[in-house]
Every structure is written in structure tokens, then in C-alpha cells.
């Protein structure tokens, strides 16, 4: 039995060996050429190292695809629940009408001596928190959510919006703490109130976030009153988490961080088409 190449037909030993020798002489001449040939098509446009990393790249489309756009029902499941949250929250069904009439009131110019378009974004700001849409209107899904413990509200929202208008209500919340870190606002009566904004730390996790503490002394049927609040917003992706936190009797800022922390997981989930984890323990 022959094994290997086809054997040479039957003749002359010296016939056979002479017609032999150019097969074996241009077997490597033809290697080279085929090298030579491989090595001109590396140098062309359509070649060169990137060609690998552009396969393997396009060979994973999930790791570069965007998410989906939000849904409603993906709204719903990225709200925080009673178990996100310490402390004795009780949730309610009322949220989407609770208004704080302090939060009313006109933006007195005249504290603006030397930057009165400040005035403008002070009473913006005052608007937003009353009317609860504290980066403007969404753009597309949303949900809300509230939580009671004792006097205190947590108020908690979740929304799509467009992603140019997203950075700019970001940028100018940032801006709130030098803008109007110290303004008075009239009520309907008249009567003076005084609003002190500063920055709040958050925990890291969303794409952005930005926190801050609002203070507004006044007066709530006919006696002092100081509401204080909590006010966070975190970006991931083009939706957004926002929620106040607070009262007349203080803030718990534990909640407020565990509101922020554990709501960016929730809608991190959402987004990579996962059912949020109902036990925070599970919660890294």
C-alpha cells in the first residue's frame, strides 16, 4: 500500500529521477511566491493589525450595544421599596400629590445685587422641587413612588429624558450651591423666608450624581417652621433617579444615601435586562 504522495509511473530509473528534480525545485520556489503573495496582500489598504481586533471586536455586539429605551413597566421596577430603605418607611399611595407650601414663594430680587440672572435659577429651583420634576419634564417612561416615617416625606422618581437635556439640568444643579447658596423668598402673604442651599455627598455609582441640602425657614400656620430637605439626583445612561427626602422635623441623610445607592443598582439591573433584586442584602 502507498501512503503519501501519488507514485511516479513505471519507466527508466534515470528518465524518472531527471523528471522528478524541477518538481522538487519548484516546490520551495512556489512556497516563496505564496509567501511574497501574502505578504503584498498584508501591506494593502483593506489590512494590518487592526483587521483581527475589528473581528473579534464586531464578533461581540452585546458589549457595545446601548441599552434599551426605558420602559414603563422597567420604570416600575427600578423604584425603591420598603426593604431598600431603613428605619420605619411605610410606602403610600398619594405620593404623585404631596406638595410642601413652603417651597411656594417669589424669589426677592434684590438679594442679588451684582448677579441677578442667579435670581432666575433660585426660583427655577424652587418651581422644580414644588412641582417635582426637579430635571425638567421626562422624555419618555417614568414612575413615582413615596415613603412615610413620622413627618417626613421620601419622595422617589424615576425617568427617561433626552441626553442633552439631561446634562444640562445636571450641570445647572451643580451650579445651585454658588448660585443661591443663601436667597429669600417671598410667600403669597409676603411674609420673608429664608433659603440656604449646599452641596451633599452621594455614593458613587451612576454615570452622575449630584446631591444637595435645602433649608427653608418660614412660617407654617402662623408659627416658625424649618423645612429641611435632601435633594439627589443620579444619571445612568439617559435616565435618571430623583428623590427629596426630609420635613419639618429634620432629615434622615441615611435613607437618603441608601435611597440613591440602592435605586442606581436597581435601574443598573433594569438596563442590562435584569429583575432587581428584592432583598438589598443581595446588593453589593
Request: charged share 25%; proline share 6%; hydrophobic share 35%.
Amino acid at each position: 500500500m502507498w501512503h503519501g504522495s501519488r507514485p511516479p509511473p513505471p519507466g527508466d530509473p534515470v528518465t524518472t529521477h531527471r523528471s522528478l528534480r524541477p518538481l522538487r525545485v519548484l516546490a520551495p520556489a512556489l512556497a516563496t511566491g505564496v509567501l511574497l503573495t501574502t505578504a503584498g496582500c498584508s501591506d494593502g489598504e483593506d489590512s494590518g493589525p487592526d483587521r483581527a481586533d475589528t473581528t473579534r471586536i464586531s464578533s461581540s455586539p452585546l458589549a457595545q450595544a446601548s441599552p434599551a429605551p426605558l420602559t414603563a413597566a422597567g420604570a416600575r421596577a427600578a423604584l425603591v421599596t420598603e426593604a431598600d430603605l431603613e428605619d420605619d418607611w411605610t410606602q403610600v399611595k398619594n405620593a404623585a400629590t404631596w406638595r410642601d407650601s413652603l417651597l411656594v414663594g417669589k424669589v426677592d430680587v434684590a438679594d442679588f445685587i451684582t448677579a441677578k440672572t442667579n435670581a432666575a435659577d433660585c426660583q427655577k429651583f424652587l418651581d422644580r422641587l414644588y412641582g417635582d420634576d426637579l430635571l425638567g419634564k421626562p422624555s419618555g417612561a417614568s414612575a413615582l413612588t413615596g415613603f412615610e416615617q413620622g413627618d417626613s416625606r421620601l419622595l422617589y422618581q424615576v425617568a427617561a429624558y433626552e441626553r442633552a437635556g439631561l446634562d444640562k439640568s445636571f450641570a445647572w444643579l451643580k451650579s445651585l450651591p454658588v448660585k443661591c447658596d443663601q436667597f429669600t423668598a417671598k410667600d403669597t402673604s409676603g411674609a420673608p423666608r429664608t433659603v440656604q442651599v449646599i452641596e451633599r455627598s452621594l455614593p458613587k455609582g451612576g454615570d452622575a450624581q449630584q446631591g444637595l441640602r435645602v433649608t427653608v425657614q418660614g412660617t407654617s400656620g402662623g408659627a416658625p417652621a424649618t423645612l429641611t430637605l435632601d435633594v439627589a439626583a443620579v444619571r445612568v445612561g439617559t435616565d435618571a433617579i430623583t428623590l427629596t427626602n426630609g420635613g419639618l422635623d429634620g432629615v434622615d441623610g441615611d435613607s437618603t444615601e441608601q435611597a440613591a445607592k440602592l435605586g442606581t443598582a436597581r435601574l443598573k439591573d433594569v438596563h442590562a435586562g435584569r429583575t432587581p433584586a428584592a432583598d438589598p442584602g443581595e446588593v453589593d
